[in-house]
């Protein structure tokens, strides 16, 4: 039924494609690597990862798919012109019918979904994001869809949604094969259905409740809830006499119960704010709550700084509590001002538990333009915390980013950050990373950076595959970047040089970027 289910898709694209009043969007993403990962590859590998994404839309039908092709050749002897392909890779990982007709949407494929704050579940997509994993070698989109189906319908006052479908494992690439006789390492996991309904009384409130049961077999299944509760008490604020304030508040209980465990899942938040101050708070205590079809909110600011972003806190949903607390004041004409506090504690065990905690200061400046028409924007942070989760018992960032508008558009922009931490225990010595940028963006969409990343870090400074001693100093990531768009429908970057791995984070979601030397070829296009 499923393989039915998929040609049809697949026909509907091509019979449809050229139907009068119809509209076809396509994108296209290509990445060329050719280099090495330290610690993995002795010789040098190319590979080429191509996504291709089309969307059909007609009188409320839309059909679409993506397909992701990936071929690596590595070169089967130092020196050698020759090269062996290793792995040739094409593969329909989505695909997806769409049908909208008023208040009601049927979707059956490939779709996302989110229940509540995404405490039960949230199937959602990483745009643009080309992850590499370790152990197959392989480059693919760590999407996390849902392959079934789902219907909605919205309404004025009570909206409701009803789901089936696999949950992907996004650590597993596409079309990997492993053992003898070789077979497919499965992607999906067993089959959930669930749902959401809600009610809106009034225009300033809405309730609802969730639903999930994940039937990992007959005798296996998992079931959460939840339910929610959104006001927004801003009338009650102006009632008072304060026109420009507004308070929002969520609050949102969830449960679990299956035939080994008990869990149980509470997130709360609030924002309020008065003329040009804004304030945030939320909540958050999880316990066995962390599956592959969820992601509670992670309640840790999400930082564009490079080194901030690397050091970044990973939830753990399965036993963690804390808060975040964020206020933001806005200088007419000036800038902003940002203060963060954010804490996470990790009972990992009975008696044993980790802390992560984090202080971030900002400051965004926008200084008006001077004479000659330039202007000037620059931002100043410092954050100080520690990560036991991660070892790091201590850790001390601040950075400066500065950038000059000429009256033409075009950029010229630096970048400096600076991080110093420390390891457990506390006798271990210090370490510092330093990361700096220079870049030039002119506005006809063609730039440049010149990217240097450098640490005493002992983890990174030593090399594993010299067990016998250890290697001290400091160790340099220098890179260029480039990058162009023209025609209206292409962007294309390029990196050459050496990448640092480690963590990353894009809308809540951490992962794994593997480290890289050589050059990068990307290729975005539009149709």
Request: hydrophobic letters at 40%; one cysteine or more; proline letters at 5%.
């Amino acid at each position: 039924m499923r393989a039915l289910i998929n040609n049809l898709i697949v026909l509907l694209l091509l019979a449809t494609s050229t139907s009068a009043g119809a509209q076809t969007t396509a994108s296209s993403l290509t990445e060329i690597q050719r280099g090495r990962v330290p610690g993995s590859d002795s010789l040098a590998v190319s590979s080429l990862y191509e996504q291709f994404d089309v969307d059909f839309t007609r009188h409320g039908l839309q059909a679409g798919m993506r397909a992701e092709v990936f071929n690596s050749w590595r070169n089967t002897a130092p020196g050698s012109p020759l090269s062996q392909v290793e792995y040739q890779i094409v593969h329909i990982s989505q695909k997806h019918l769409r049908w909208t007709r008023g208040p009601v949407e049927l979707v059956a494929g490939n779709y996302y979904a989110i229940l509540g704050r995404g405490i039960t579940l949230r199937a959602f997509d990483l745009p643009g994001v080309i992850l590499e994993s370790g152990q197959y070698r392989r480059r693919y989109s760590p999407s996390r869809d849902l392959e079934g189906g789902m219907a909605t319908w919205s309404g004025r006052r009570a909206e409701a949604r009803a789901l089936i479908g696999r949950p992907v494992l996004s650590d597993v690439p596409p079309a990997v094969r492993v053992g003898n006789p070789l077979r497919d390492v499965p992607r999906r996991d067993n089959w959930l259905f669930g749902g959401e309904v809600s009610l809106r009384p009034n225009s300033r409130i809405k309730t609802g409740i969730t639903a999930v049961s994940h039937h990992a077999s007959r005798l296996d299944s998992t079931r959460t809830w939840s339910g929610f509760l959104e006001l927004d008490v801003t009338p009650a604020i102006e009632a008072t006499g304060l026109p420009d304030a507004y308070a929002t508040v969520y609050a949102e209980y969830a449960g679990l119960n299956d035939v080994h465990v008990d869990g149980s899942a509470l997130y709360l938040s609030a924002n309020a704010g008065i003329s040009n101050l804004g304030l945030s708070l939320e909540y958050k205590d999880y316990e066995k709550f962390a599956f592959s079809f969820n992601d509670p909110p992670s309640l840790v600011r999400e930082h564009a700084a490079v080194l901030l972003n690397r050091s970044t806190h990973a939830l753990i949903a399965d036993a963690e509590t804390g808060y975040q607390v964020e206020a933001t004041y806005s200088v007419f004409g000036l800038g902003t001002l940002t203060a963060n506090v954010s804490k996470g504690k990790n009972e990992l065990a009975p008696g044993f538990s980790t802390t992560f905690n984090e202080r971030y200061l900002g400051v965004d400046v926008e200084l008006p333009p001077r004479a000659g028409g330039h202007s000037v924007t620059s931002n100043v942070f410092f954050d100080w915390g520690k990560d036991e989760l991660k070892g790091i018992g201590m850790h001390r960032i601040g950075g400066v980013g500065v950038e000059s508008i000429t009256p033409g558009g075009s950029v010229l922009g630096f970048d400096l950050q600076v991080r110093r931490a420390a390891r457990q225990p506390r006798n271990e010595p210090e370490f510092r990373d330093v990361f700096t940028q220079l870049s030039y963006q002119h506005p006809l969409g063609v730039g440049a950076a010149l990217v240097l990343d450098r640490t005493n870090d002992p983890f990174e400074v030593d090399d594993g595959a010299t067990p016998d001693r250890i290697e001290t100093g400091t160790r340099t990531w220098l890179a260029v970047n480039l990058n162009v768009a023209f025609l209206e429908r292409y962007e294309a970057f390029v990196f050459a040089g050496r990448r640092r791995g480690g963590a990353a984070c894009t809308s809540g979601t951490c992962y794994l970027v593997l480290p890289f030397n050589g050059l990068e070829m990307r290729l975005k296009t539009y149709f």
